[in-house]
């Protein structure tokens, strides 16, 4: 079903958002050590978010 597929890639979206802004944080703080394992994090939900997001759009074309 194309909802639930979008609704997978918008958790992952907002899994990398919340581990991009906490990486921001910690660096801005000067604990880069956390901020790089908070980027990589992100990094990794990012690379989720986008494989979600083509199969979401995937299912979306296929209900057409």
Known sequence: MP???HNKA???HENAAKSHR???EHHGK???ESGKKHSATAHEHSARAHEASKTAHEKSQQQK
């Open 10 to 12: 918008a958790e992952h």
């Open 30 to 32: 000067g604990d880069h």
């Open 3 to 5: 909802k639930d597929a």
């Open 22 to 24: 906490s990486a921001a």
